[in-house]
């Protein structure tokens, strides 16, 4: 089992260039997030996806939009990109049973900068 | 007030010390709780979930106080592989999980 994967690793873009973060996971999960971690702030949630088919707002999703292509990939997508969104990317799935919380398994994440 | 909430540290310690992280939680309905683990640059990974009952694996004990809305975590006897960022996450009525920003430690010979 691979866990989650993520591409690319890292990435430089330019203001206005557009580009997606690619996500996979193998666990057959329902669940699957995308966040970004800046430094001193967390991880901080931009979108998830209870389960195929459906997609939600998380915490800061402006500039940002996903789609759940299938059960196992989830893509994340900047439009224009901005500077403010240089930052950590980290795609994870889990499978929240009904009552609980579970645990969340994390891609290795990608390396965006935007100049 | 920030739904949960760490002191960022950094906790610097001796090799063999015992250090306690603290968390405190905003949402009353939280129904679950556990505690990562980040090396520098790499992906967060599950240390431990956290119980009413409080639970222990091996030099590490986790605790949940729901009255006073904080859990805890425990290291004993720490090494310099216990090196890292501690982050605390709190599981709702949404089962969307909230993260900390997180404790950083580090342990000296």
């Known amino acids: 089992n691979a866990g989650v994967t993520q591409t690319p690793k890292f990435q430089v873009l330019k203001t206005g260039q557009s580009m997606t973060l690619q996500c996979a996971q193998d666990m057959n999960h329902n669940s699957m997030y995308w966040y970004r971690q800046d430094p001193g702030m967390g991880l901080r949630l931009i979108y998830y996806s209870a389960s195929e088919g459906t997609t939600d707002k998380g915490e800061v999703p402006n500039g940002y939009n996903v789609s759940r292509l299938n059960k196992r990939e989830f893509s994340l997508r900047l439009e224009s990109a901005a500077p403010s969104q240089t930052s950590v990317y980290f795609c994870?799935?889990?499978?929240?049973?009904?009552?609980?919380?579970?645990?969340?398994?994390f891609g290795p994440g990608t390396r965006l900068t935007v100049l | 007030r920030k739904e949960v909430e760490q002191d960022p540290g950094p906790f610097n310690v001796p090799e063999g010390a015992t250090v306690a992280f603290n968390c405190t939680y905003s949402n009353s309905a939280s129904q679950s709780f556990f505690w990562y683990r980040q090396d520098c640059r790499k992906e967060p990974k599950l240390l431990m979930s956290v119980y009413s009952s409080g639970n222990e694996d091996g030099r590490f004990t986790a605790q949940l106080n729901r009255a006073s809305q904080y859990i805890s975590l425990l290291i004993r006897d720490s090494k310099l592989s216990d090196s890292a960022t501690y982050l605390c996450?709190?599981?709702?009525?949404?089962?969307?999980?909230?993260f900390g920003r997180g404790t950083s430690l580090i342990v000296h010979p």
């Open positions: 994870a799935s889990s499978d929240p049973r009904r009552g609980r919380g579970d645990e969340q398994f």
């Open positions: 996450v709190v599981v709702g009525g949404s089962y969307i999980p909230t």
